[in-house]
């Protein structure tokens, strides 16, 4: 278990539909990332929230949106959903920035019909 | 393309040998970190290792980094079953929009009882 919990574990939903993936940190740490996870594009970067600011950007489309809160936890807004979406998303902390290990939770899956 | 790329994609060996996966990148780096994923689930972070190191052990785990050759190591000695995974090493890597970690897109191992 890394300390890291994502909810919900399973999400499926049809085309143009609206989401919202969670996502609660290790205890202390300050940094959230998202990741998606799909067959054909591997293992994406989305982006990273440091205390709560937009600290590094990725290959996150303009019909997603994140953000990341006072309690540190964060979340994933999917909009206008496409079939393309369909992949695992998974959160990641850790204490600081990139010289430091991330904890990745269990993933959300996500199956857009 | 990814910033790091794993060597063989696929590796299936006996129980009791050695495996061993390579990783090649592309720009310069502060640190390269391995990972761990089984079928489906969260990565685990294995090691890190920063640009100043040339090897680093952790258990069974043994990484080397040749910063010329832009290339990493893993070997995973006295392989059992439950080493079968796959396994992806991340680069940091400065975009446009920040630092993030770039993943290759993994080695699968398939340790044979």
Redesign the interface.
Same mark, same amino acid.
């Given at each position: 278990d %890394?300390g890291?919990t994502q909810t919900p574990k399973h999400l499926i939903t049809a085309t143009g539909q609206r989401v919202t993936l969670r996502c609660s940190p290790r205890s202390g740490d300050l940094s959230v !990332?998202w990741y998606q996870q799909s067959l054909d594009q591997? #293992?994406q *970067?989305l982006i $990273?929230y440091y205390n709560g600011e937009e =600290?590094?950007? &990725?290959n996150i489309l303009e019909r997603f949106s994140a953000q990341q809160f006072p309690d540190l936890h964060s979340e994933l807004n999917l909009s206008s959903l496409e079939l393309g979406d369909s992949a #695992?998303y *998974?959160c990641?902390s850790s204490v600081g920035? #990139? %010289?430091y290990? $991330? !904890?990745? &939770?269990? &993933?959300t =899956?996500l199956t857009v019909t | 393309s990814q910033q790091g790329e794993e060597d063989p994609q696929a590796l299936s060996i006996q129980e009791g040998e050695n495996a061993t996966m390579n990783c090649s990148y592309k720009t310069s780096i502060n640190n390269l970190q391995w990972y761990r994923q089984n079928s489906g689930r969260g990565l685990v972070h294995l090691i890190l290792i920063r640009s100043n190191e040339r090897e680093k052990h952790s258990g069974r785990l043994r990484v080397t980094l040749d910063t010329s050759k832009k290339s990493s190591s893993l070997l995973i000695t006295a392989s059992r079953a439950a080493d079968t995974a796959s396994y992806f090493c991340a680069t940091d890597a400065r975009g446009v929009s920040g630092s993030r970690l770039t993943f290759g897109e993994g080695t699968q191992l398939t340790v044979n009882p």
């Open positions: %890394s890291v !990332y591997g #293992l *970067f $990273q =600290r590094a950007k &990725g #695992l *998974f990641a920035g #990139l %010289s290990e $991330q !904890y990745f &939770g269990p &993933g =899956r | -």
